[in-house]
């Protein structure tokens, strides 16, 4: 089925609304296409349109070839992005300096993470048990998630080193308990800032 036309001051145009209802386009697609392809795409009153003289049938053949180019284009991505996800899934670390069996054939470097967390303190600046929850137990959340998250950073360092393991695995905790003066002279005590800092070395090793 042919798209609507309407006309305007002598000449005969195609509106946007009318083409992908008509050949069962997606629009937000259908418009990235014609920009992609710097097609000339004219607005009225009555919405964006196409003039005339664009064919519309090689058009739409472009437009078909533009789907398989894109839903290729993300096929690779999905490849790679699942190629990536696995193989920082598969880097092995040691706070040794190797693995037995395994022969480490370069080093990419060192390879770094850090991360805070503020907890929140009792209402009486302590430690324990209050209305605002265990702080003792949330450190002991705090530093199993920042033991995850910056060993996970540091594998992804290592993949992009292009290396498959990571040695001389270290981890260093540092506790702040900031405390300030209000106007009225008094202490104010902060929520704990609690760091976790993950350091070790890429490397690439090949079994023996």
Same mark, same amino acid.
Request: aromatic share 8%; net charge negative.
């Given at each position: 089925?042919?798209?609507?036309?309407?006309?305007?001051?002598?000449?005969?145009?195609?509106k946007?609304?009318? #083409?992908?209802?008509?050949?069962n386009?997606?629009?937000? #697609?259908?418009?990235?296409?014609?920009?992609?392809? !710097?097609?000339?795409?004219?607005?009225?009153?009555?919405?964006?349109?196409?003039?005339?003289?664009v064919?519309?049938?090689?058009?739409?053949?472009?437009?078909?070839?533009?789907?398989?180019?894109?839903?290729?284009k993300?096929?690779?991505?999905?490849?790679?992005?699942?190629?990536?996800?696995?193989?920082?899934?598969? #880097?092995?670390?040691?706070? !040794?300096?190797?693995?037995?069996?395994y022969?480490?054939?370069?080093?990419?470097g060192?390879?770094?993470?850090?991360?805070?967390?503020?907890?929140?303190?009792?209402?009486?600046?302590?430690?324990?048990?209050n209305?605002?929850?265990?702080?003792?137990?949330?450190?002991?959340?705090?530093?199993?998630?920042?033991?995850?998250?910056?060993?996970?950073?540091?594998?992804?360092?290592?993949?992009?080193?292009?290396?498959?393991? #990571?040695?001389?695995?270290?981890?260093?905790?540092?506790?702040?308990?900031?405390?300030?003066?209000?106007?009225?002279?008094? *202490?104010?005590?902060?929520?704990?800032?609690?760091?976790?800092?993950?350091? !070790? *070395?890429?490397?690439?090793?090949?079994?023996?």
């Amino acid at each position: 089925m042919a798209p609507k036309k309407m006309k305007q001051k002598g000449r005969v145009q195609m509106k946007i609304k009318d #083409i992908v209802r008509d050949y069962n386009l997606d629009k937000e #697609i259908f418009e990235a296409f014609l920009q992609d392809q !710097g097609i000339a795409v004219k607005f009225s009153l009555t919405g964006a349109y196409l003039e005339d003289s664009v064919d519309l049938v090689h058009l739409l053949d472009q437009f078909q070839d533009y789907l398989a180019d894109q839903d290729e284009k993300f096929a690779d991505q999905l490849a790679q992005q699942k190629e990536r996800e696995q193989g920082i899934a598969n #880097i092995v670390v040691t706070t !040794g300096q190797g693995f037995d069996g395994y022969s480490i054939k370069h080093y990419g470097g060192p390879v770094a993470s850090d991360l805070a967390h503020s907890i929140a303190r009792g209402v009486d600046g302590g430690r324990g048990d209050n209305a605002l929850g265990d702080p003792a137990q949330s450190l002991v959340d705090v530093m199993e998630e920042g033991r995850i998250l910056t060993l996970a950073h540091l594998k992804e360092q290592a993949y992009d080193l292009g290396c498959n393991a #990571i040695i001389n695995l270290k981890f260093d905790y540092v506790t702040l308990e900031p405390e300030t003066v209000n106007t009225q002279g008094a *202490t104010s005590y902060l929520p704990y800032v609690f760091c976790v800092t993950a350091l !070790g *070395t890429a490397v690439y090793a090949d079994e023996v």
